[in-house]
C-alpha cells in the first residue's frame, strides 16, 4: 500500500502538470486513479458501462475546467467527492426520464393515435375484406347496397331503377346490411365509410 508521502508527490506532479496546462496530466490521472473511481462508481451507479461513461466525464471535466477548480489533496479523495456527485446526479437523471417516459407511454396508450402509414394500410386491408364480403351477397342485395352506399341514392330511385317496389329495396338493403354485418363483424362500424367499387 502507498504512503501518504507517495500519493502527495503523485498528487502534485498532477496538479503541477494541470496548471502548466500539460496534457500529461490527464495521462496520469487516468493511469493512476480510472480503476479506483470506476469502481467507487460502479458500487453506487451499479452498471459498468455507464460508470465508464461518468468516470471519463469526470475526468473530461478536471482538463476542461483545471484553471477554475480548488483541487486539494489528497486528489483521490476530490475526485471521489466528485465522482459521488455525478454519479448520484447519473441516478436522479435516469429516475426522471424513466418516469417521464412512462408517463408518455401511458398518455399514448390512452390516446393512441395510429400514424397516416398505419391508417392507410387498414384502410386498404378493410377495403379487401369488404370487396370479398360483397361478393358473397345475393346479386340483388349487393346491386342494392352499391345503389345506395357508392351512388348516393335513395331507395324510391333504386326502386324505379331495378324496377321494383320500396318494399323490396328495403328488404333487399336491410339482407346486404345483415350479412355484411355477419361478415365483418370487427369492422362494421366503418363498413360504410370505405364502401366505394
Same mark, same amino acid.
Given at each position: 500500500m502507498a504512503s501518504t508521502g507517495e500519493f502527495d508527490d503523485k498528487d502534485d506532479v498532477i496538479l503541477n502538470l494541470l496548471a502548466e496546462d500539460s496534457t500529461h496530466a490527464s495521462t496520469l490521472l487516468y493511469h493512476h486513479y480510472y480503476r479506483t473511481v470506476f469502481h467507487y462508481v460502479n458500487d453506487i451507479v451499479e452498471d459498468q458501462e455507464q460508470s465508464k461513461d461518468i468516470v471519463q466525464e469526470l475526468f473530461l471535466a478536471i482538463w476542461v475546467k483545471r484553471h477554475s477548480l480548488h483541487f486539494s489533496?489528497?486528489?483521490?479523495?476530490?475526485?471521489?467527492?466528485?465522482?459521488?456527485?455525478?454519479?448520484i446526479n447519473h441516478i436522479r437523471d435516469v429516475e426522471r426520464k424513466t418516469k417521464t417516459f412512462g408517463d408518455n407511454v401511458s398518455l399514448s396508450e390512452i390516446e393512441r393515435i395510429p400514424s397516416s402509414a398505419i391508417v392507410d394500410l387498414e384502410a386498404v386491408e378493410l377495403?379487401?375484406?369488404?370487396?370479398?364480403?360483397?361478393?358473397?351477397?345475393?346479386?340483388?342485395?349487393?346491386?342494392?347496397?352499391?345503389?345506395?352506399?357508392?351512388?348516393?341514392?335513395?331507395?324510391? !330511385?333504386?326502386?324505379?331503377?331495378?324496377?321494383?317496389?320500396?318494399?323490396?329495396? !328495403?328488404?333487399?338493403?336491410?339482407?346486404?346490411?345483415?350479412?355484411?354485418?355477419?361478415?365483418?363483424?370487427?369492422?362494421?362500424?366503418?363498413?360504410?365509410?370505405f364502401i366505394d367499387y
Open positions: 489533496k489528497p486528489l483521490l479523495a476530490y475526485l471521489f467527492v466528485a465522482a459521488h456527485n455525478k454519479a377495403a379487401s375484406l369488404i370487396k370479398k364480403a360483397m361478393r358473397l351477397l345475393p346479386v340483388k342485395a349487393r346491386k342494392t347496397l352499391l345503389m345506395s352506399r357508392k351512388h348516393g341514392m335513395t331507395n324510391a !330511385e333504386i326502386a324505379t331503377r331495378l324496377k321494383v317496389s320500396q318494399k323490396a329495396v !328495403e328488404k333487399n338493403m336491410t339482407k346486404a346490411l345483415a350479412l355484411l354485418r355477419k361478415y365483418l363483424k370487427p369492422y362494421f362500424k366503418v363498413l360504410l365509410i
